[in-house]
């Protein structure tokens, strides 16, 4: 049985999808943008910042959810610009313990939704 996660702390869904869904023990986190959820409006033009965003969106649906960066077992960055990379991993390292980060993979794409340079997702495992 899934259960749907919601927060008023992470942007609202822009499309016929949910913040995350909880199946289970497990976690799927819906992509995150560098939408600041207090004003609406997006963080843009420094992609540390962005990444920053996107990274304190994903923990206020953990948090919803019980669960924090410990539980995340899995992530999926998209870059628009792959030579961005060293500043995403700068800032996205930050969240995590390196000797118990996440499975991960970053991938370069053409473009994202309203066009921002950087989103996240995440699935997280809560022990039993």
């Known amino acids: 049985m899934k259960k749907i996660i919601t927060t008023p702390n992470a942007p609202a869904p822009i499309g016929p999808y949910n913040q995350a869904v909880l199946s289970g023990n497990t976690l799927y986190i819906s992509g995150q943008t560098p939408i600041d959820p207090a004003t609406g409006e997006l963080v843009k033009d420094n992609i540390k910042l962005e990444t920053k965003q996107c990274m304190e969106n994903l923990k206020a649906i953990l948090l919803a959810a019980g669960m924090s960066f410990e539980h995340v077992v899995k992530t999926s960055i ?37 066009f ?9 495992v809560k022990d039993e």
């Open 78 to 114: 998209f870059v628009k610009d792959m030579h961005q990379f060293a500043a995403v991993n700068e800032v996205y390292g930050a969240y995590f313990n390196s000797d118990t980060a996440p499975a991960r993979e970053t991938v370069e794409v053409a473009n994202l939704p309203m």
């Open 116 to 124: 921002v340079h950087v989103e996240i997702s995440m699935i997280a």
